[in-house]
């Protein structure tokens, strides 16, 4: 045969999960650690069946490169935890099917459905649609993003609750110091200083959320927003208090590490956490009140809790003698 030889086409696996729509992204996000590829979330054609109501499509693809028995028995082992560690009876048996699909490139095709959308006046913008940007309303602001393989696409209920928490609490003037615990993609910290804060600091455990964070400072020309990967150890050498902290975690966790929260809130800041199913209201609340966090209002979209408040100013001990 003359010349070079032609290489085979790149074949690829589907991942599907039909999954609660409220928890869509957090599986999304599981499937993405295992599939860096792309994920897509809804229907895969026009022609598919529509899912039952309350019940959504996620769609991971992974190059048949890594497709075999121990890489498929590894991702139903993680999304089957997903119920545990979230404490979600609904996440409990879902089922993951997998599909070897015809050449095409997968990992990018997903775009064709994703839209920029609105949460208040920021306006979220994948990368690839620049053309709307011209269509901006006056005192819109624009937040460009690449969806990727880190929680906080901005669709989700507790990220959305946070962004309009976020720019109404923010006055004119203001230029606060923000402290965004479980960054995750970036987009509360990168938010933030686009609506006006002068710094802002973001941490996560998950050792993918912070390309993808500093990917999304860089699209949206933000400086001084810096992100590390780790949990509250991260905070070690961060000098002082933040005059937001911000924090869209799991219930369980925002009750474990309140007191940290608190001891990261300057006096008079206010903070916005949120990634509470209402079940788990009660407990929360207590350990924010615990740990000296007043709730002043609690908002509600769907099942999910975002609180809303300020540090309690302790009264000073009166000296003896």
């Known amino acids: 045969m003359s010349g070079a030889e032609r290489l085979p086409p790149v074949r690829w696996t589907e991942v599907r999960v039909l999954a609660p729509v409220e928890w869509c992204e957090l599986v999304g996000e599981v499937l993405a650690a295992a599939c860096p590829n792309g994920v897509a979330f809804g229907r895969p054609s026009l022609a598919a069946e529509p899912p039952p109501d309350g019940l959504d499509y996620v769609r991971a693809f992974a190059a048949d490169s890594v497709d075999d028995a121990a890489w498929r028995a590894r991702v139903r082992a993680e999304v089957a935890a997903l119920a545990e560690a979230?404490?979600?009876?609904?996440?409990?048996?879902?089922?993951?099917?997998?599909?070897?699909?015809?050449?095409?490139?997968?990992?990018?095709?997903?775009?064709?459905?994703?839209?920029?959308?609105?949460?208040?006046?920021?306006?979220?913008?994948?990368?690839?649609?620049?053309?709307?940007?011209?269509?901006?309303?006056?005192?819109?602001?624009?937040?460009?993003?690449?969806?990727?393989?880190?929680?906080?696409s901005g669709r989700h209920p507790t990220t959305r609750m946070c962004l309009r928490a976020l720019q109404e609490r923010l006055a004119a003037g203001d230029a606060p110091r923000v402290l965004d615990a479980g960054s995750g993609s970036g987009i509360l910290a990168v938010g933030a200083r686009r609506l006006g804060a002068r710094e802002a600091l973001g941490f996560d455990v998950d050792p993918h959320a912070r390309p993808y964070a500093e990917d999304l400072a860089r699209r949206n020309d933000v400086s001084s927003c810096a992100f590390r990967t780790g949990g509250f150890e991260c905070l070690s050498d961060a000098d002082g208090t933040f005059d937001v902290v911000l924090a869209n975690l799991y219930s369980d966790l925002l009750q474990r590490h309140a007191g940290e929260l608190a001891a990261r809130l300057a006096p008079g800041g206010w903070f916005v956490f949120s990634g509470c199913p209402d079940r788990h209201a009660e407990p929360t609340l207590r350990a924010l009140a615990a740990a000296g966090l007043r709730v002043a209002e609690t908002r509600r979209r769907g099942r999910w809790l975002a609180f809303l408040g300020r540090r309690v100013e302790r009264a000073a001990s009166p000296r003896s003698g």
């Open 86 to 152: 979230t404490g979600a009876p609904e996440l409990a048996g879902l089922d993951v099917s997998f599909r070897e699909l015809p050449p095409e490139d997968y990992a990018t095709s997903w775009r064709k459905v994703w839209r920029p959308f609105r949460v208040g006046r920021l306006c979220l913008i994948p990368g690839w649609t620049p053309e709307w940007v011209a269509r901006l309303r006056p005192g819109d602001v624009p937040l460009v993003f690449e969806p990727g393989g880190a929680f906080g």
